[in-house]
């Protein structure tokens, strides 16, 4: 038998073919990943006017409404607290989603203007696309995040502090597992849009009640049951929760309650003083007046850091399938 004959037989034996088609596939899998994700980056840094309008809108929020919401976020029993360090962590969430999910946007641009066709027609397989541009997307908006994270430094927010560098570290990892969720999002969407027009308005009638119901405004406290609903099946409720528990952990929120109403919690928690009142004073619900005591006390953190991270990874894992699924779907 010939040595090349045997040399054959020996590679079939062994794998070899299989392992080489493997292994090529695996690269020009990375390879499309790499180059989608390249490009994402190098069109977002370089497009200047898109990284100074993400960064000053959050910042036009955190004063306009940080100023105008003090007063009754002191009514509603934050004290001394400054609203705008609540507010700051809901904003930096913000920024996450809009960066994040309009980061898809570039998939219908494409489309126009026929980038998408050639990509879709490479060799590269057409998740190593999708998986491009979720991360991609989620780069960009987590380099949005850390620049906006820089304000947790000044002292009308957390201050300069080895505390305040500590909880940014710990924040990272919750900004990159709510980036590649919301992207993977918008990827999802974007994969079977259109229309270039048709984009924005969809995303949207999407991000508006996520924005709102995820509590980066306003505590979630008190709310009818149907909203209170809506707020638990909103993921980014667990993302804005996770980031305010870590950020303001340490800060006493509650502290120098202005409002009146709290000074009777003690009175209202002591069964002996109750009983001797309502001889007096039958008439009062005291039931009632002790649950509006009890809404008062404003709650950084309304679920566990693990039922966060949980319910954020989970959400990430589904939009990252449905996401490839749609982009495999592409014609």
Not at 305 to 331: K, T
């Amino acid at each position: 038998m010939s040595a090349q004959k045997e040399e054959a037989i020996d590679m079939v034996s062994t794998g070899a073919p299989v392992r080489t088609k493997y292994r090529t596939n695996l690269h020009r899998g990375l390879t499309g990943i790499y180059v989608i994700w390249s490009r994402e980056v190098k069109r977002f840094w370089r497009d200047t006017p898109r990284r100074i309008g993400a960064f000053v809108q959050p910042i036009i929020y955190l004063a306009l409404l940080g100023v105008g919401m003090q007063s009754a976020f002191k009514v509603f029993g934050a004290g001394s607290t400054k609203y705008v360090v609540f507010m700051f962590p809901g904003i930096l969430g913000m920024t996450v989603l809009f960066t994040a999910v309009f980061s898809a946007i570039s998939i219908v641009w494409d489309r126009e203007f026929g980038f998408l066709k050639e990509v879709l027609v490479s060799p590269v397989p057409r998740s190593s696309v999708a998986l491009g541009k979720i991360v991609g997307g989620a780069t960009t908006a987590l380099i949005q995040a850390l620049i906006f994270m820089v304000l947790a430094f000044f002292p009308w927010f957390l201050g300069f502090s080895l505390s305040t560098f500590y909880k940014v570290l710990a924040l990272v990892p919750v900004l990159v597992v709510l980036a590649l969720g919301l992207t993977s999002l918008g990827v999802a969407i974007a994969a079977r849009m259109r229309s270039f027009e048709g984009f924005p308005i969809v995303m949207n009638f999407i991000l508006m009640p996520l924005f709102f119901l995820s509590g980066a405004f306003f505590p979630l406290q008190g709310l009818p049951g149907w909203m209170t609903f809506l707020t638990r099946i909103d993921p980014l409720t667990y993302g804005v929760d996770a980031l305010r528990g870590i950020a303001l952990r340490g800060i006493d929120i509650t502290a120098g309650m202005t409002s009146q109403l709290s000074n009777l919690a003690p009175i209202l928690q002591d069964p002996d003083i109750i009983n001797i009142v309502r001889t007096r004073y039958s008439h009062i619900d005291f039931s009632g007046l002790s649950s509006m005591t009890q809404q008062t006390a404003l709650q950084i953190q309304r679920f566990p850091i693990w039922l966060d991270v949980l319910v954020m990874l989970g959400f990430g894992i589904i939009m990252v399938l449905i996401a490839v699924w749609q982009f495999s779907r592409q014609e």
